[in-house]
C-alpha cells in the first residue's frame, strides 16, 4: 500500500514495532530557562499640544529615566497650528504622532538612483540608508498628499539605540516605531501606506521591554496596501513586563497588508519574545477597540500579533517564547484571520521554523495559557495557513511546547482551514522520551502534532516522529494530528489525508485521558478519512483503555462509527500503536496494516 505525504522519506515496516517496544523510563526534572531580563527604565516623551480634531486612547505614562531635563528656551514662544515655535525648529503633534526630541529631523531624501527624479516612486523608492532616514519614514506614510510611498534600505539599519522614547503612540496603536493611522489606511489607501523593500538588508537590535503599552511592536499598523518584503531581521527580541498588554509582536502588531520573504534569526541565548516574568490578565476576550472604533484582535508574535492580511515565504530560526497567563500566542501570528502560506524554508533550511521552544510559566487551572502554536495560536474562521513546515528541535534539539492548553504544532486552536503543512519532532524512543526531553509535555488540556483544538479543517498534513509525555493530571487529549477535533456543524472538524508518527508516554491518571494516532478526542460531527499513524500510544490505555479513559490506533475517545469514512478508510498499525483497535470506544475494523509501507515524499507541485 502506498502512502503520498508531505516531508517523510523513509521506509516504514512492521519491524518498526521494535522501534517502539515499551520500556521503563526514569523521568527527571526539565530544567527552567533563566527568562530574567534587564528591566530598561524609559526617559518619558515631553507632553506635546494634542490636536484638537484627533481622538486618542489614553495610555499610561512611560517611566522616567531621571536624565536631566533640557531647560525650556527663556526666549518667548509663539503659537503655531499643532504645537509651539523655538528656537530648534516647530514641534508638530499631527494625526495623532507625537515627535520625541531624541529623533533626528530634516534628513534630505533622494531615491535609489541618487536623484529625486520620482523619487518615492516603484521604479525609484525612497533611499534608506540609515537610522536617521528610517525614523523620519514615519511622517511620509501618513501624509495623504502623495502616493509615492515606495522605500528601499540602502543599507542595514542598526535599532540598537532606540529606547521606548523613541516609539509613537497614533489613533490606539501606543508603543510602534512606524506605524500608520488605521481611519487614514482606510479611507486612502494608496497614499497612507508604506512599501518597505530591504533588499536582503538587515534591521539589527530592536531589543525592548514593553512597560507601559496594551499594544507593542516595531510596527503598528500596516494597512491593506502595505508591503514589507525583502527584510532579515537579526538581534531582535522584546520583553513584555506590562500586565495590561494585549497584542505584542516583535516586528508588526497589526497587519492587513502583505508581508514577504522575511527572514527572522533568533538566538538561542536568548528568548525571542519574552513575557514569563509578568503574568498577563488571561482575558477570553479576543479584541480590542481602538480610536474610531478600529478592532485589534488580542495576540502575541515574533512576526505579527494580529494578521489580516498575507503572509507568504518567511522563515524563522531559533525562536523561543515563554508567556504567564497569556493567550493566543504564535510564532508567526498570535491570531490569523488572513492568509498564511508557504512558510518553508529555503534551499539551506529546508523548514519555514527551524527551532521552536515554548514554555508556559506558572501554567496551572486558575492561570492558564491556552492557544499556542509554532505558527498561529489561533487561526480563526477567515483564516488559511497552508505550505508551513516546522521542525521543533532545529538544530539544536531544543525541546518544543512544555505545557499549556490547547497547543498545536503549526496552530493552537483551528476555525479555519489548515492544508499542506509539516511539523517534525526529535524521533525519541521508549528511553529517551521523559519529562525533560520531548517535542510535547501537557498536563491538561488538548495537544496535536498540528493542531491543538480542531474545529475548522486540517488537509493533507504530517507530523513525524513527535514525541509527547503526558504528566498527571485529568482531562487530557493528544492525538497525532490533534488534540482535539470538535465538529460543530457538518463539514467542520474534519481531518484528512494526513499522517502521523511518533509516541506518547508519561504518567496515566484514571479520568478523561484520551490518546489516539490521529485524533485524541472526537466530538460532535467530526470526521476522519484517509489518514494513516504510526503512532506508539502509552501501555497503560492497552485494551483500548479504562473508565473514563481510552487510547485507539487512530482515535482516543468519543468516536462514533459515522465518525470514520467507509468509501476512503483510515489505516493504522495494531503492533506500532500498542492498541487493540482503531478506536477506543468500540472494537477493531479491518484497515490494519500488515504489509510494508512505503511512503514517498512528493512535492504538491508534482
Not at 488580542?298 to 515565504?313: H, K, M, S
Not at 498570535?334 to 512558510?343: C, E, H, P, R, Y
Request: with cysteine; aromatic share 6%; glycine share 12%.
Amino acid at each position: 500500500e502506498t502512502l503520498v505525504n508531505q516531508g517523510l522519506s523513509e521506509s516504514v515496516t512492521e519491524d518498526y514495532t521494535e522501534k517502539y517496544k515499551e520500556t521503563e523510563t526514569e523521568t527527571a526534572t526539565a530544567p527552567e530557562r533563566d527568562t530574567t531580563t534587564e528591566s530598561t527604565t524609559q526617559p518619558t516623551a515631553e507632553p506635546t499640544t494634542q490636536a484638537a480634531t484627533e481622538p486618542t486612547t489614553q495610555a499610561p505614562t512611560k517611566p522616567s529615566n531621571d536624565k536631566p531635563q533640557t531647560p525650556k528656551p527663556s526666549t518667548a514662544t509663539v503659537a503655531v497650528e499643532g504645537g509651539s515655535l523655538t528656537p530648534s525648529g516647530p514641534e508638530l503633534e499631527a494625526e495623532g504622532f507625537t515627535p520625541s526630541r531624541t529623533q533626528p529631523q530634516g534628513v534630505t531624501w533622494v531615491g535609489v538612483d541618487g536623484t529625486t527624479n520620482n523619487m518615492g516612486k516603484a521604479s525609484n523608492p525612497y533611499a534608506v540608508p540609515d537610522l536617521n532616514h528610517f525614523l523620519e519614514i514615519q511622517g511620509l506614510i501618513n501624509d495623504t498628499s502623495s502616493a509615492d510611498k515606495y522605500f528601499r534600505l540602502t543599507d542595514h539599519i542598526d535599532l540598537s539605540t532606540i529606547t521606548n522614547n523613541d516609539l509613537k503612540s497614533l489613533a490606539g496603536f501606543e508603543g510602534a516605531l512606524l506605524t500608520i493611522n488605521p481611519a487614514l489606511a482606510i479611507s486612502d489607501p494608496n497614499k497612507a501606506c508604506l512599501k518597505l523593500d530591504g533588499d536582503g538588508y538587515e534591521i539589527i537590535g530592536f531589543n525592548l521591554n514593553n512597560n507601559f503599552a496594551t499594544n507593542f511592536g516595531l510596527f503598528g499598523h500596516l494597512g491593506a496596501n502595505s508591503v514589507l518584503e525583502n527584510i532579515v531581521f537579526d538581534d531582535c527580541a522584546i520583553t513584555v513586563s506590562y500586565q495590561n498588554t494585549t497584542s505584542a509582536a516583535v516586528v508588526v502588531v497589526q497587519n492587513m497588508g502583505t508581508l514577504r520573504n522575511l527572514t527572522f534569526i533568533g538566538d538561542t541565548e536568548t528568548v525571542t519574545l519574552n513575557m514569563g516574568a509578568t503574568a498577563g490578565t488571561g482575558t477570553n476576550n479576543e479584541e480590542a477597540t481602538l480610536v474610531g472604533g478600529h478592532k485589534l484582535k488580542y495576540g502575541f508574535a515574533v512576526l505579527v500579533a494580529d494578521n489580516q492580511g498575507t503572509i507568504e515565504n518567511c522563515d524563522l530560526t531559533d525562536i523561543s517564547i515563554t508567556a504567564r497567563h497569556r493567550n493566543f500566542v504564535g510564532g508567526v501570528a498570535g491570531q490569523n484571520s488572513g492568509t498564511i502560506k508557504q512558510i518553508n524554508g529555503s534551499q539551506t533550511i529546508p523548514y519555514g521554523v527551524n527551532g521552536f521552544t515554548f514554555e508556559a510559566v506558572s501554567h496551572s487551572g486558575s492561570s492558564p495559557i491556552k492557544e499556542v502554536g509554532a505558527i498561529a495560536g489561533r487561526n480563526n474562521a477567515a483564516g488559511t495557513i497552508e505550505d508551513c513546515t516546522v521542525n521543533l528541535p532545529g538544530s539544536t534539539g531544543t525541546n518544543g511546547f512544555k505545557l499549556g492548553t490547547n497547543v498545536g504544532g503549526i496552530v493552537g486552536v483551528n476555525k479555519g482551514e489548515v492544508e499542506q503543512c509539516l511539523v517534525k519532532g526529535k524521533n525519541l524512543d521508549a528511553t529517551t522520551l521523559t519529562s525533560s526531553n520531548f517535542d510535547f509535555r501537557l498536563e491538561d488540556g488538548s495537544m496535536g502534532g498540528i493542531v491543538g483544538l480542531n474545529e475548522g479543517n486540517v488537509d493533507l498534513s504530517s507530523a513525524l516522529e513527535i514525541g509527547a509525555y503526558i504528566s498527571i493530571n485529568s482531562n487530557v487529549n493528544f492525538g497525532g494530528i490533534a488534540g482535539t477535533s470538535n465538529g460543530q456543524t457538518a463539514g467542520m472538524g474534519q481531518i484528512t489525508n494526513s499522517f502521523a508518527s511518533g509516541r506518547q508516554l508519561g504518567t496515566f491518571p484514571s479520568t478523561l485521558y484520551f490518546v489516539g494516532g490521529i485524533v485524541g478526542r472526537v466530538q460532535g460531527l467530526a470526521f476522519l478519512e484517509n489518514n494513516y499513524a504510526l503512532f506508539s500510544v502509552s501501555k497503560d490505555l492497552a485494551g483500548g483503555g479504562s473508565g473514563n479513559s481510552r487510547g485507539g490506533g487512530i482515535a482516543g475517545g468519543g468516536a462514533k462509527i459515522t465518525s470514520f469514512s467507509t468509501s476512503k478508510p483510515n489505516f493504522w498499525s495494531p503492533n506500532v500503536s500498542n492498541m487493540p483497535s482503531h478506536a477506543g470506544d468500540f472494537g477493531a475494523d479491518s484497515h490494519t496494516l500488515k504489509r510494508s509501507v512505503r511512503v514517498m515524499n512528493l512535492k504538491t507541485s508534482e
